[in-house]
């Protein structure tokens, strides 16, 4: 079963936290009224009782965390700060990030829910081991 939603409300929320995240449709891209290029992304989460849920995400070019996100999708920062990565293959791709909560600036009865600390799964996996030991 898929949850889908379309307008963010108190009720439907994500809890904060950290969520294990899988790719789940090409990125589309936009620009914004200032000619800012951004990327609008669709997650999927999975929880524990086999339920999931679609996360869309804004994320503009020039935020840190999208370097982050495409970072841990398996690109590679260069010597400019610049993570140059395909979006072809990404579909299926796998993340952790922590799940914020945060007010939309143009309405503050709306809150919204903001994806940061975006790590690849490979050292989730690590950091699961190290607690082990």
């Known amino acids: 079963m898929v949850r889908l939603f379309y307008k963010p409300s108190q009720k439907n929320l994500l809890q904060e936290g950290n ?3 899988e790719v789940f449709a090409e990125p589309k891209k936009g620009e914004g009224p ?3 290029e951004y990327f609008i992304f669709k997650f999927k989460t999975v929880f524990e009782d086999g339920s999931s849920r679609i996360l ?3 994320i ?5 965390c999208f370097r982050d ?3 841990a999708l ?3 920062r260069n010597e400019h700060g610049e993570v140059d990565m395909d979006s072809d293959g990404l579909i299926g791709l796998k993340f952790e990030a922590q799940v914020v909560h945060i007010r939309d600036s143009r309405d503050p009865q709306i809150t ?10 490979e050292s989730v996996i690590e950091d699961a081991d190290e607690n082990l030991f």
């Open 56 to 58: 869309q995400q804004y």
């Open 60 to 64: 503009a070019a020039w935020e840190e």
């Open 74 to 76: 398996g690109g590679h």
């Open 112 to 121: 919204r829910e903001k994806l940061i600390h975006f790590k690849p799964v």
């Open 69 to 71: 996100l495409l970072e």
């Open 34 to 36: 200032n000619g800012g």
């Open 19 to 21: 969520y294990l995240f």
